[in-house]
């Protein structure tokens, strides 16, 4: 045999076996840890690897009511071939510009939004479409990773927001954030961010903003911050499907469910 066709052959050297069961048995348990809260399972990046779309079901299965990602193309993608039932909300947060907004719109996703530039765009595609678009403002609260800053920016885009409402053009169903340094217990930019957080929120729902959810809470947030949970909580709960579920979660009720 030629060393061409033993590499063609050889066995693969890693394997992942995703097991459903143990992903629902730790989405059961956040949702316990947030009782308060509604859960939205984030599956951007095919689900960390995991696939996205069963994943995805079975956190819907688990009691998730919302699903993350990360493009508006995952989000699509999910929305029109992951068979999840009509109610389940999908949102999607890194968007560029020309990006495929009147899509997202027709398939009631919700959009994020950081900047007025992003604004004008979902607002376009909503006058277009002939109904609202879902919007959740971003704001950035001490991460630096996308979200609209603090101050004169902040409450620009939170009056061009209120304006496009008025007129039918859009529904800001959220307000949200995301983590600096969750995962380190005691850091000092968490007070900070949070403080920060219940300031532009409170401005912006001042300003007659009255979103359906707010959000900061990411994964670590969701294990050690119940002052986070707010309104929604979202942890990536695909990343231990690919093992058993950890100490604290229930055993899964049967085997592997690939």
Known sequence: MSETAAQRTAPARARAEI????????????????PGAALMAVV??????????????????AGATWLGTATPEEALALRAGAGLPDDVRIMCWLWTPGGPWREAVDARLDVSVSGLWALEEVTA??????????????????????GCQPGEDWFRLVGEARRAETEGLIRVTGLWSHFACADEPGHPSIAAQLTRFREMTAYAEEQGLRPEVRHIANSPATLTLPETHFDLVRPASPCTACRPAPSWAPPPTSGSAR
């Open 19 to 34: 097991d459903l069961a143990a992903l629902r048995a730790n989405v059961r348990t956040l949702r316990a840890l947030a």
């Open 44 to 61: 951007k990046a095919d689900g960390y690897g995991h696939g996205a779309a069963p994943c995805a079901r079975a956190a819907v299965e």
């Open 125 to 146: 595609a909503a006058r277009l479409a002939g109904h609202p678009a879902r919007v959740q403002l971003k704001a950035d609260t001490g991460l630096g990773r996308n």
